[in-house]
């Protein structure tokens, strides 16, 4: 089950919403604090409103106060023996069978309609083991065996990032430039390294292919690095320069955790 639910933060219901809270915490004063914060005017154009229901995105605490709102919903899949994986409002639950998928959806259904909540009509399905499901930027898949790659999103989203750093027309020097790449890369492989081995060296390759269509640039060739280029400039040759490589560091990492 890919639960999604619709305007999550925009419709918790401030009256329930402190009812939880009172229930965990006793102090009028930051109760009081609390309610403050959830009362505070917006703008809405010229003119300013007060809300009377949701949490600020955003804000500060509105993460948390969208975990005990949920908080009722975890303790009751648990109580009915199923296994529900959940980050603030992103969450799946993890069935054998699609009639046990149907009884979560049901049960979900009805408490969120209790707690004034709505599904989200179209992003929340029920996903088979070829299908897989997103979850937390990664997707997940099931077929011999299990599978976890970055989003399509995320993956463009960090193509992105380097194409604009990796310019043919860039006239820094190519250490700089192969450290502002570093950047993206180790950030980005620190939340993607529990992908699939295979994920890595096709990224790796793309990027080299980046630094060495500017080398070919630097040498009046034209168009992207290829054929020769690659003799030219030898993988080891990056290596050497300080690129980071995706590859090894999974590798490494995957040998680390054998030990």
């Known amino acids: 089950m890919d639960i999604d639910l619709k305007s999550y933060f925009d419709?918790?219901?401030?009256?329930?919403?402190?009812?939880w809270v009172g229930q965990k915490i006793s102090d009028g004063r930051i109760l009081g604090l609390i309610k403050m914060f959830l009362e505070q005017a917006v703008m809405e154009g010229l003119s300013t409103c007060t809300p009377e229901?949701?949490?600020?995105?955003?804000?500060?605490?509105?993460?948390?106060?969208?975990?005990?709102?949920?908080?009722?919903?975890?303790?009751l899949m648990?109580?009915?023996?199923?296994?529900?994986?959940?980050?603030?409002d992103d969450f799946v639950i993890?069935?054998?069978?699609?009639?046990?998928?149907e009884q979560a959806l049901a049960l979900v259904r009805k408490w969120t309609e209790e707690a004034s909540l709505q599904l989200h009509p179209t992003k929340t399905r029920i996903a088979t083991h070829e299908e897989g499901f997103d979850f937390r930027e990664y997707h997940f898949r099931l077929g011999k065996r299990a599978y976890r790659f970055p989003r399509e999103k995320?993956?463009?989203?960090?193509?992105?990032?380097?194409?604009?750093?990796?310019?043919?027309?860039?006239?820094?020097?190519?250490?700089e430039i192969i450290a502002d790449?570093?950047?993206?890369?180790?950030?980005?492989?620190?939340?993607?390294?529990?992908?699939?081995?295979?994920?890595f060296p096709?990224?790796?390759q793309w990027v080299r292919m980046r630094?060495?269509?500017?080398?070919?640039?630097?040498?009046?060739?034209?168009?992207?690095?290829?054929?020769?280029?690659?003799?030219?400039?030898?993988?080891?040759?990056?290596?050497?320069?300080?690129?980071f490589d995706l590859t090894t560091a999974h590798s490494e990492l995957w040998q680390s955790s054998r030990r």
């Open 78 to 88: 648990a109580e009915k023996g199923f296994q529900m994986v959940r980050y603030a």
């Open 181 to 199: 790449v570093n950047r993206t890369l180790r950030g980005w492989f620190e939340y993607y390294k529990h992908s699939t081995k295979t994920v």
């Open 53 to 75: 229901e949701g949490t600020p995105q955003g804000a500060i605490i509105s993460p948390l106060l969208a975990n005990i709102y949920l908080d009722p919903l975890d303790h």
């Open 11 to 19: 419709m918790i219901p401030h009256d329930r919403l402190l009812a």
């Open 154 to 175: 995320s993956l463009k989203k960090v193509y992105d990032t380097i194409r604009a750093k990796t310019r043919r027309t860039d006239g820094r020097p190519l250490t």
């Open 202 to 204: 096709k990224i790796d």
């Open 94 to 101: 993890l069935c054998r069978t699609r009639e046990e998928a």
């Open 211 to 243: 630094l060495r269509s500017i080398l070919r640039k630097c040498r009046k060739g034209k168009g992207r690095g290829r054929g020769r280029d690659h003799h030219r400039w030898l993988n080891a040759f990056f290596g050497a320069h300080g690129l």
